[in-house]
């Protein structure tokens, strides 16, 4: 089956910095990526999310990048804000179905 | 609130009993999900179904039942079997085609007293 690994488990970055989470994943077959965002207490919301027909792709201050061959793809948060403080998740899915497959996690504080 | 409604918020359950979570969506998707969530582990499956009375086992099903008699309900229930059962449950859904996002409930806090 898929394994998808999540680095780092904790982040913290002063406000305005710019914050980067990496996640890889095992299964070639794996062509949906997506991000969640869970803040304390709530549920997950998805954030952003890639194809795997698609190398970049970006919604204001967040963008996601793939690299296929390398089997790992990022989040990136410019500007960060103290509202992006939350535990950020990474996902796969597998061609074969709408199972996914998470991360454990990273953590994020932005400090004001 | 989003479509898809988990109950209760908070549940606590004495040692040797079953104890059954709510998840309700009305967003018309095919699939959902049971997920639970420990600290440093992420979300893990521990259910999931993509049609009406049938439904497949996850990573970690030991100790978990499920139903899908209805298209908007997916109940959970944790049997005495579970050794570990304390931990935040999530309920997602999604269309069912191929890579689409999931929807989560609110999720449900069981802690065993």
């Known amino acids: 089956g898929e394994n998808v690994e999540q680095h780092p488990s904790t982040l913290s970055v002063q406000e305005g910095d710019s914050a980067v989470i990496k996640c890889t994943y095992s299964?070639?077959?794996?062509?949906?990526f997506p991000w969640y965002k869970q803040e304390l207490g709530k549920r997950p919301q998805l954030i952003i999310d890639?194809?795997?027909?698609?190398g970049e792709k970006k919604d204001q201050r967040i963008a996601v990048t793939l690299n296929k061959t390398a089997k790992h793809f990022s989040l990136h948060i410019t500007e960060t804000q103290p509202e992006d403080s939350a535990v950020y998740f990474c996902?796969?899915?597998?061609?074969?179905?709408?199972?996914?497959?998470f991360g454990t996690g990273t953590s994020l504080t932005v400090i004001p | 609130d989003g479509g898809i409604t988990q109950s209760p918020k908070y549940l606590f359950r004495k040692e040797g009993q079953n104890v059954t979570l709510s998840c309700e969506q009305n967003?018309?998707?095919?699939?959902m999900y049971w997920y639970r969530q420990d600290p440093g582990q992420g979300l893990r499956l521990i259910y999931y179904?993509?049609?009406?009375?049938?439904?497949q086992k996850g990573d970690i099903a030991e100790g978990y039942s499920v139903s899908r008699e209805k298209k908007e309900s997916f109940p959970l229930t944790v049997t005495s079997a579970q050794k570990n059962p304390t931990a935040f449950y999530l309920c997602?859904?999604?269309?069912?085609?191929?890579?689409?996002?999931?929807?989560f409930g609110s999720g449900t806090r069981l802690t065993v007293v």
């Open positions: 179904s993509q049609i009406v009375n049938d439904f």
């Open positions: 967003l018309n998707h095919d699939a």
């Open positions: 299964d070639s077959a794996s062509n949906y």
């Open positions: 996902a796969a899915s597998l061609n074969t179905g709408n199972q996914f497959y």
């Open positions: 997602a859904s999604s269309p069912g085609a191929l890579n689409y996002g999931y929807t």
């Open positions: 890639i194809r795997s027909n698609v």
